[in-house]
């Protein structure tokens, strides 16, 4: 048989494993980031506009008691626009906006909303960390994808995924392939071998049954990917599509992969 076919999988299989990794990294990357991110620091240009959202003690009609703290004062515009329904337990939340002005410095802000008593903890705080340049929102990422390559990992998760999904289902279809074109021409393949240590025996698993003519107490001779005969095996259990030999050869053992035949 054409070994051409044999190597298209390896190499499918090795791309398909590559892309694989890739999205699990970009997966854990992601998760990481996203977990050791607090959801109450922004790391932003001057000119951003940042929502944010708290809640809003029962007692607290009005939102003009809120008291709103920025350190510096200087360079951010914090805005109170109104409030809604908390999305899962219920409540109220208040929503606001921060503006953080085009002449606003490169350094570290806070911004404390506090209710009566407002020596009471704050209801949030906010740390907004302000940069001169996109480079530096960068450099300062916790997700590595976007710190060294300004790239999401969710991107890289989405696209790897829908190749590794493709490859795959091509690495289905030409396996398929492989294994209808060996029946074809009276050829099965090693697809798992183990090794009993109690017995000492070496025992190949492969594709070929009872539906191809092999039964028990045949042997079958074993060729490795590039056509050479290694040994024979001697079947000792068979189903309908597959078989199980024991191996019998001295240079080098069966390896997945490797090809049986009926001895003629």
């Known amino acids: 048989m054409d070994t051409v076919l044999f190597k298209r999988r390896k190499a499918l299989g090795i791309m398909c494993s590559v892309f694989c990794f890739i999205l699990l990294i970009a997966l854990l990357d992601g998760l990481f980031a996203r977990f050791r991110q607090n959801p109450n620091e922004f790391h932003v240009l001057p000119g951003t506009q ?6 809003l003690p029962p007692e607290i009609q009005d939102l003009r008691k809120l008291q709103v703290t920025m350190i510096p004062e200087q360079g951010l515009r914090f805005t109170l626009l109104g409030t809604q329904t908390g999305y899962w337990l219920g409540g109220t939340l208040w929503r606001a906006t921060v503006d953080v002005l085009p002449e606003a410095h490169k ?33 300062a990422s916790l997700s590595i994808f976007r710190r060294y390559l300004d790239v999401n990992p969710w ?3 989405c696209g790897a995924l829908a190749i590794a999904v493709s490859l795959g289902g091509a690495l289905f279809l030409l396996s398929s392939r492989i294994e209808r074109l060996l029946r074809e021409e009276g050829f099965g393949e090693i697809y798992r071998v183990i090794f009993d240590h109690e017995e000492g025996k070496t025992f190949a698993f492969f594709g070929l049954g009872a ?3 092999i039964s ?6 074993v060729f490795n990917t590039t056509g050479e005969k290694v040994g024979q095996i001697e079947v000792k259990k068979v189903s309908e599509n597959d078989g199980i030999g024991l191996w019998d050869g001295e240079n080098t053992l069966p390896k997945q992969g490797f090809l049986v035949k009926k001895r003629a």
């Open 216 to 221: 028990e107490g045949d042997v079958l001779e």
């Open 50 to 55: 940042i929502p944010v959202i708290g809640a």
């Open 107 to 139: 350094g570290k802000y806070i911004i404390k909303v506090t209710a009566p008593p407002y020596s009471k903890k704050p209801l949030r705080e906010f740390t907004i960390f302000v940069y001169d340049d996109p480079k530096a929102i960068q450099r």
């Open 211 to 213: 539906r191809n003519g």
């Open 155 to 157: 991107i890289v998760f």
